[in-house]
């Protein structure tokens, strides 16, 4: 079935810096979805892309369908960003499937 | 501002014992799904639901169950529960085709 690969697995970032969260698919996909789940584990949508890039205030993502991966970037990451962030790829049947997840820790 | 609802928040119940969980969205959308997310937080799709009609079945055990009522409502039957359905099932909706799915909060089974 459809795989993806989410990376890193956790992540620690210093406040004022940022990074790359990564996707990579296993097959084509239609559309990606980023989420961050919140305090209370509900899944929060940050992102729906079908192609190209979307910027959101310091979030910006990218999906590249033909080579099969998409990626979440943080810029002056700030302590309530802390969480955990998952990448959904749609495939051709509208069918979601998550990654693993990333564990993002903001420390002062 | 929450639109797809889930009840109830926790349940605990014993092996063999039916349960059931209901989920309602409030956005018009056309499409209803449950996931499974497992001890290793990954989610896995159950069900889908589009005007009513199944149109995915990831090969779940026979003893799960979708009920819908109408487009806005997909609730989840287990029938005779096994220690192995203890897990987080989350219901989500969206308009097939057209942007996201919203995710509700989730209810956490136990099965002892």
């Known amino acids: 079935g459809d795989q993806v690969e989410q990376s890193p697995s956790a992540l620690s970032l210093h406040e004022g810096t940022g990074s790359a969260l990564r996707c990579n698919f296993t097959t084509t996909m239609r559309a990606v979805q980023w989420f961050r789940k919140n305090s209370r584990g509900s899944l929060i949508n940050l992102f729906y892309l079908a192609s190209g890039t979307k910027e959101n205030g310091r979030l910006k993502s990218a999906f590249d369908s033909k080579e099969r991966y998409s990626t979440l970037h943080i810029r002056d990451a700030q302590l309530e960003d802390s969480g955990t962030y998952f990448c959904?790829?749609?495939?051709?049947?509208?069918?979601?499937?998550f990654g693993t997840g990333t564990s993002l820790l903001v420390d002062p | 501002e929450t639109a797809v609802f889930q009840t109830p928040n926790y349940h605990v119940t014993q092996v063999g014992n039916e349960v059931s969980f209901n989920c309602k969205q409030t956005?018009?959308?056309?499409?209803m799904y449950w996931y499974k997310q497992d001890s290793k937080k990954l989610l896995k799709i159950m069900f889908s639901y589009n005007n009513k009609q199944l149109i995915v079945n990831e090969t779940v055990p026979r003893r799960f169950s979708p009920q819908s009522s109408d487009k806005a409502h997909l609730n989840l039957r287990i029938k005779s529960v096994e220690p192995e359905d203890s897990a987080v099932y989350l219901c989500?909706?969206?308009?097939?085709?057209?942007?996201?799915?919203?995710f509700g909060p989730g209810t956490r089974l136990l099965v002892l």
């Open positions: 959904a790829a749609e495939d051709m049947g509208y069918k979601l499937t």
């Open positions: 956005l018009g959308h056309d499409t």
């Open positions: 989500a909706s969206r308009k097939l085709g057209v942007d996201t799915q919203y």
